[in-house]
């Protein structure tokens, strides 16, 4: 199978400064371990930066249902 090679289009080896959108906000952030840093903070910084500030950030939407098994001896209608 033949394939063409493209050249990026983008510099692959730029990084983020200190000025960069998001940046002060996301070096207080601890990423140290899985779920540390605050989700919806790191959401919104992740979202202006891929979307822009034109872009309005969408309003989350939280679907989980919780259900607990009954406890022992208790009648169904409790």
Do not use: C, Q
């Amino acid at each position: 199978m033949r394939y063409e090679v493209l050249t990026p289009r983008v510099d692959l080896f730029a990084r983020n400064t200190e000025a960069s959108p998001g940046a002060k906000r996301s070096a207080r952030m601890n990423f140290r371990d899985y779920d540390l840093a605050p989700e919806d903070e790191l959401n919104r910084v992740l979202w202006l930066a891929a979307k822009g500030p034109d872009v309005p950030y969408p309003t989350p939407i939280h679907r989980a249902i919780f259900t607990f098994p009954p406890l022992p001896g208790a009648k169904a209608d409790e």
